[in-house]
C-alpha cells in the first residue's frame, strides 16, 4: 500500500476545522521507458552504453490547497494535466515523490471508465470482486448489491460478461458502486461522460444528496456545465501545475479563455 | 456504516500519504489487511478458474486432458527416441516421470503465474489500493486448485503401471505444501523484478525449462549424471521433487536431508520474496 503512516487519530469529521483533504507541495512523477522508434539497433547500442531508456513524466508538480468537509470541487484542465494523477495520489494508490497529502475520512474513487473490471466476469462478479478488493465484508456486499444493481437499472446484464456493456453500461456500473461503498471522500474522474441523459441527472441527484450529508466530492470533468452545477469550489490544473483555485464561474471563465475557445463553443462541445 | 470499516488499521480514517522509496511497511496493519482480504483472493482465483477455458470445446476437462497430453510427450520423448524402452523398470519409471513432471509443471505454473500478476493487473491495481501481495497469492490459490485433478491422473497414471499403493502415499502432500511456498516465494521474487525489468516474462520460459532438466524429474534422483552429482543438492527443486517422488511412486520414506532441504527452501523463498516483494509494492504503481 502507499501509505506511510505517520499518525493516527480518531476521527473527527464534523467537530473540527480540519480540512478533509490537505495536499502540501505534492509533486508526482512517473518513470517510464520510453523510445521514439524501438528497435534492436538502438536497444544494443543503448546496452553498450549501459543505458536505459527511461523518461521521466512530472505529472504534478508543487501542488498545494486544502479542501474542507462538505465541498464539492471541480477539477478542470486540459488532457494531460495531471488530474487523474492527482486523484489516484488523494485515494492513496499513487505515492507522491514529495510533498504530504493528508486524507480525513474513507476515500471511495471512481477512476475513468471500466476500471478495475475484468471484462471476462459479470457485472455481478464484478461487483463483489471490488467490494472484497475495498475491504468489505461478502456480507455487506450482498446487502449493498441490491442497491447498486437497482441504481444501476442494468437488468438481466448483470448476470453477463462485462464485455458485451456498452460504454455507457460500464460507466453506469461504475458510478453507482462508488456512491453505494458509502464514502466520506467520493473521487469522481470523468465517470459520467457516457451516460445517457437520464443517468446523468439520477447520477447528479444522487451526488447532490451526498453533498448534503456533509460528504466530500471531487469531480474531475471536461463538462463545464456540470462543473457549474455541481461544484462550489474549482481547481485549474495545467501541466502539472495548479494554474487557479476559486468560485467555479470566474475559474472555468479564466480556464476556456486560456484555451482560446469562447464559451458558447465549449458548451456545444461537450454535448456531442 | 462506512466502506472501509472492517480494516481500520490498514485503512485509518486519516491518512498520511508521504514519499518513499524502498523499506518496508509496517508489518502488522499490513499483515492485518491481507487477512481480512483473503476471501478477495480466493474470490478472484475462484472466478479466474471458472473463467478459464469458458470458449474451448473441451472446457474443464482441459484440467485432466493437459496433464495426459504432458506425459504423452514425455514419454515419447524420454522412452521412444532416448530408446529406453526395453530398460528394466520401466514401468515404475514411467509413473517417476509423471509424478515428478505433474508436480514441476504445478510448481512453475504456480511461479509464472504469481509472477505475471502484478504487471497484468494493471488496472486493478491503478485504481484500488489494497496490499498487492494478494495478487500472487491468489495466483498461486489458482494454480493449487488447478493442479488437483492432476492428483487423480497421478493415481490412474500409478495403477495402470501395476505399482503398488503404500500408506507413505499419503506423506507425500508435506512435500506438496512445502513446493507451494516455495513456488509463493518465487513468484513474488520474480513478480517484483518483472515491474523493474520487463525482459523477465521473456527470459522466464527458457528458465522454467533448464531448471526442469537440472531437476529428478526425467531421471531418478540417486541416478544423476556424473557431471551433475557435485552440485545437484544445492537445487532447490533437488528435495523438492526427489521427496515427493520418492513418497508417492516408491513409498519410501525420504533422507532427513530431503525433509530439511525441503523446509529450509520453502521458508527461505516464502521470507525473501514476500519481504522483497512487500518493500517495493508501493512502487509498483508508478512504474506500471
Known sequence: ?272 | MNATSVDEEFNPSVHVYEPHKVGLPALRPYFTALWQRREFAAEMSRTNIRAANTNTFFGQVWLVLNPLLLALVYYLLTDIIAGGGAKVGAAERFAHMCAGLFAFYYFSGAMTAGAASVVGGGKLLMNQSFPRMLLPLSAVRTAFFRFLPTLVVYLGIHLLMRQKLHWQMLLAPAFLIMLTFFAAGMGMIFAALQVYFRDTTSFLPYFVRIWLYMSPVLWFAEQAPPKFKGFIQYNPLYPLLGGWADLLVKGAIPKWQLWAGGGFWAILAFVVGSLFFMSREREFVVRL
Open chain 1, 1 to 272: 500500500m502507499s501509505v506511510s503512516e505517520t499518525e493516527k487519530k480518531p476521527m473527527q469529521k464534523t467537530t473540527s476545522n480540519v480540512p478533509a483533504v490537505k495536499v502540501q507541495d505534492v509533486s508526482i512523477t512517473y518513470r517510464t521507458t520510453f523510445e521514439r522508434v524501438p528497435t534492436f539497433k538502438s536497444a544494443l547500442v543503448r546496452f553498450g552504453r549501459g543505458e536505459r531508456a527511461v523518461r521521466e513524466v512530472k505529472a504534478v508538480q508543487n501542488v498545494s490547497f486544502d479542501v474542507n468537509h462538505g465541498t464539492t470541487i471541480g477539477i478542470i484542465g486540459a488532457n494531460g494535466a495531471g488530474k487523474s494523477t492527482l486523484m489516484r495520489a488523494v485515494a492513496g494508490i499513487l505515492p507522491p515523490t514529495s510533498g504530504r497529502i493528508e486524507v480525513h475520512g474513507r476515500v471511495s474513487t471512481l477512476l475513468s471508465l471500466g476500471v478495475g473490471f475484468n471484462a471476462a466476469l459479470s457485472g455481478k462478479e464484478n461487483v463483489i470482486l471490488g467490494g472484497l478488493a475495498a475491504g468489505l465484508s461478502r456480507k455487506v456486499i450482498e446487502e449493498r448489491y441490491e442497491e447498486i444493481s437497482e441504481f444501476a437499472e442494468l437488468g438481466d446484464f448483470m448476470e453477463m460478461p462485462m464485455r458485451t456493456y456498452s460504454s455507457g453500461m460500464f460507466s453506469r456500473l461504475a458510478f453507482s458502486v462508488a456512491v453505494h461503498m458509502d464514502p466520506d471522500i467520493l473521487l469522481i474522474d470523468e465517470a459520467l461522460s457516457a451516460g445517457d441523459a437520464s443517468f446523468k441527472s439520477k447520477a447528479a441527484a444522487k451526488m447532490s444528496e451526498l453533498v448534503t450529508n456533509s460528504r466530500t466530492m471531487f469531480l474531475v470533468s471536461h463538462a463545464m456545465s456540470s462543473v457549474r452545477e455541481m461544484c462550489n469550489d474549482c481547481i485549474w490544473l495545467h501541466k502539472g501545475k495548479l494554474m487557479m483555485r476559486g468560485e467555479p464561474d470566474e475559474v472555468i471563465q479564466a480556464y476556456t479563455k486560456f484555451l482560446q475557445v469562447g464559451e458558447a463553443e465549449s458548451v456545444s462541445l461537450e454535448d456531442l
